[in-house]
T-cell receptor, first 111, second 110 residues
Framework: DTAVSQTPKYLVTQMGNDKSIKCEQN?????MYWYKQDSKKFLKIMFS???????INETVPNRFSPKSPDKAHLNLHINSLELGDSAVYFC??????????FGPGTRLTVL | RKEVEQDPGPFNVPEGATVAFNCTYS??????FFWYRQDCRKEPKLLMS???SGNEDGRFTAQLNRASQYISLLIRDSKLSDSATYLC???????????FGTGTKLQVIP
């Protein structure tokens, strides 16, 4: 029944590692997003995909690479993790670009 | 100046009180405005859109002042369950550009 799901919920890893976060939505929405929320609670958009096509790519290091195998999935791969990557990463989906449904978040801690 | 600014709070109010938050935005071309609610360690959830004429949803009233470039959220008869962080969201360029405020924390006290 979960509309937008993310895995894993928690991710603790060492600097320099590569990790992936997966996101799936069962709402039939065309647009999916990745957001990063830092320790100061600032929620910032990273990427937006519409029907598997990248439409927004904010200033994000190229160590972050999104992949959308189909419109229901948007995964995020992060290479060479750094301490500053520690944050909560939220996936979201929307049909109209207005009402966004967020996933439960992935809390990433880089040690 | 930040694109979207909010007083971080916390606003500590007793149950039953009325509380209001403002959110200012810097881009006069901003088109759409929303309030989201985020509970501690949870995801943001859309609370309500903000229309030019103002709109109400139960105990919640949202207003937009384009001349002064701010939106407001009024909560009447506060409940303990209203305790959360309220995020202001502003869009322009046809929803391509969506900016979240850092949120205002509300704590309703018994």
């Amino acid at each position: 029944d979960t509309a937008v799901s993310q895995t894993p919920k928690y991710l603790v890893t060492q600097m320099g590692n590569d990790k992936s976060i997966k996101c799936e939505q069962n709402l039939g929405h065309d647009t999916m997003y990745w957001y990063k929320q830092d320790s100061k609670k600032f929620l910032k958009i990273m990427f937006s995909y519409n029907n598997k096509e990248l439409i927004i790519n904010e200033t994000v290091p190229n160590r972050f690479s999104p992949k959308s195998p189909d419109k229901a999935h948007l995964n995020l791969h992060i290479n060479s993790l750094e301490l500053g990557d520690s944050a909560v990463y939220f996936c979201a989906s929307s049909q109209d670009g207005v009402s966004k449904f967020f996933g439960p978040g992935t809390r990433l801690t880089v040690l | 100046r930040k694109e979207v600014e909010q007083d971080p709070g916390p606003f500590n109010v007793p149950e039953g009180a009325t509380v209001a938050f403002n959110c200012t935005y810097s881009n006069s071309a901003s088109q759409s405005f929303f309030w989201y609610r985020q509970d501690c360690r949870k995801e943001p959830k859309l609370l309500m859109s903000v229309y030019s004429s103002g709109n109400e949803d139960g105990r919640f009233t949202a207003q937009l002042n384009r001349a002064s470039q701010y939106i407001s959220l009024l909560i009447r008869d506060s409940k303990l369950s209203d305790s959360a962080t309220y995020l202001c969201v502003v869009t322009h360029r046809g929803y391509q550009k969506v900016t979240f405020g850092t949120g205002t924390k509300l704590q309703v006290i018994p």
